[in-house]
């Protein structure tokens, strides 16, 4: 990766807010994915590296942890920081307790199979402050509401009873009660947040979707099938927001890398990411090069220049 991170490459408090007040704005959209949002770490290293700060960033899920982490300290530092914590996760990290726990919590009828001391303690290696207000970045963070079905997005307060629900994926996680509702996953409703991105002004969105490869992950267990069950809706709602994106919204889809993983296995993070930052570096130069023509083309014929490169 190619920039010296003695020289990180960020916005001052008053240069954000200066962003702010105009009336178009860049939007970072951040999906779930899981053990695969590890992918969205190398994405961000590319942003940056391209001096591409947003205005706001959407996530969901695990991509929500990431779009925090990078909303506190929008550096190579912290994605230095953040590839370290997701290059130590175990899988029973994640998905804390033997055979005999989740069993026993299957057998008293509880609402979870896994505990969420180990998602509790990974945000703790974020350096996520205590509320929304503290990020540098504004953050918009989707839930779902498991009594009423509604999207849930919150923008302001404490931020990690926020993240721990739109983490909580039904059934392995205990639901979070929060702000009067009983909250899970918001990969169940809107795994890739884009009409929230839509609901103000903007005129670009980087999206990075990590979700379409749970489409083509092998079927190794029952919770895969659910996972697939749930992938298939998913990305019916996010095929039909693409469709909703107004012509006047430049968007660029940064490609996810191949990752198979079972869900379990959080292993190979680093290879994942440094590719996920490749494929990134290439679509960011393509999109630049696809703006500069289009400008140019934009312009008189008697004022456009030859564009060699």
């Not at 804390?96 to 990974?122: C, E, Y």
């Not at 023509?293 to 004022?303: E, V």
């Amino acid at each position: 990766m190619a920039r010296d991170n003695e020289h990180p490459m960020t916005a001052s408090i008053s240069q954000l807010r200066q962003r702010l007040v105009r009336e178009s704005r860049t939007v970072f959209v951040l999906s779930g994915g899981g053990n695969q949002s590890v992918a969205q770490v190398g994405m961000l290293r590319a942003l940056l590296e391209h001096e591409i700060l947003p205005d706001v960033i959407v996530g969901c899920s695990a991509g929500a942890f990431n779009g925090a982490t990078f909303a506190a300290a929008p550096t190579l530092k912290a994605l230095d920081r953040l590839a370290t914590t997701w290059e130590s996760l175990r899988g029973d990290e994640v998905f804390p307790g033997g055979k005999v726990s989740r069993a026993w919590n299957l057998l008293t009828r509880d609402d979870h199979i896994f505990s969420n001391q180990g998602l509790r303690a990974i945000l703790g290696h974020g350096h996520i402050p205590a509320t929304f207000e503290e990020l540098q970045i504004p953050l918009r963070v989707v839930a779902a509401d498991l009594d009423t079905g509604e999207e849930v997005v919150f923008a302001g307060g404490p931020l990690e009873p926020a993240l721990l629900a739109s983490t909580a994926l039904p059934g392995l996680y205990p639901p979070i009660r929060h702000d009067g509702r009983t909250l899970v996953d918001g990969a169940v409703v809107n795994t890739v947040p884009l009409s929230h991105a839509l609901a103000g002004p903007v005129d670009r969105l980087y999206v990075m979707n990590v979700a379409g490869d749970l489409m083509d992950r092998p079927i190794r267990s029952p919770i895969d099938v659910a996972v697939r069950a749930f992938a298939i809706s998913r990305k019916q709602r996010f095929d039909l927001d693409l469709r909703n994106v107004p012509e006047s919204v430049e968007l660029i889809l940064l490609p996810a890398p191949v990752d198979d993983r079972e869900l379990f296995d959080f292993s190979g993070g680093r290879e994942l990411m440094d590719e996920a930052y490749r494929l990134a570096d290439r679509a960011l130069d393509d999109a630049d090069s696809a703006r500069r023509r289009r400008r140019a083309f934009r312009r008189p014929w008697w004022r456009r220049e030859i564009d060699v490169g």
